[in-house]
């Protein structure tokens, strides 16, 4: 993996969340990191449907615990999202981090989140979607897919297609037309 950008699942409990952070991550160039134990096989049927056959172009590994993925992580800039974080991922100055250092978000499993130690040693790190105070918190898919692309915003979208490209740029405009009732005609 040599993405500059990782999302980090600390023990994701839901594949469905899970195959959706992973096409997440397909569609922003991102490497996935899955922290284990998970809630749900792998290699199971239904986990590689929740991933709308996104494993197929994901770049992920799988780590047996905490302390095995940082064994085997090199020493980039590591931030984690918490309801108890203090700042929003916008205010990281994500695009300030050396190219050449990776980049890792870390989210916590979907019912207990990060655990408090890993948490209490990294306040400095912590970050949340700032919401409304009736909500505890967003789906982990929704909030993985806001702060990814707000570090691939603050790094100028490094990779990614500001077009469509699998049609082609101007397909709309080749291929449809709309009559004076707006009804879209081939």
């Not at 994701?12 to 992973?22: F, H, K, R, S, V």
């Not at 994901?58 to 108890?84: N, V």
């Not at 691939?152 to 990779?159: E, L, S, T």
Request: proline fraction near 4%.
């Amino acid at each position: 993996m040599d993405e500059r950008v990782n999302v980090v699942l600390f023990e994701p409990e839901i594949p469905q969340n899970t195959g959706n952070i992973m096409r997440t991550c397909v569609a922003a160039g991102c490497a996935l990191h899955i922290i284990g134990p998970t809630g749900f096989d792998m290699s199971s049927a239904t986990f590689k449907r929740a991933t709308t056959n996104h494993i197929t172009w994901a770049d992920y590994e799988y780590y047996s615990s905490f302390a095995d993925f940082k064994d085997k992580t090199d020493g980039g800039e590591f931030f984690l999202m918490t309801r108890y974080g203090k700042k929003a991922p916008s205010d990281i100055d994500f695009a300030g981090i050396p190219s050449d250092k990776k980049i890792y978000l870390v989210f916590g499993k979907e019912s207990t989140g990060i655990p408090g130690e890993i948490l209490r040693a990294n306040m400095d790190r912590c970050f949340r979607i700032p919401m409304t105070a009736d909500c505890r918190c967003l789906n982990i898919s929704n909030a993985a897919a806001i702060a990814i692309y707000e570090v691939m915003r603050q790094i100028g979208y490094p990779g990614l297609a500001a077009c469509e490209v699998q049609k082609g740029e101007d397909f709309l405009e080749d291929n449809y037309s709309y009559d004076q009732t707006l009804r879209f005609k081939r």
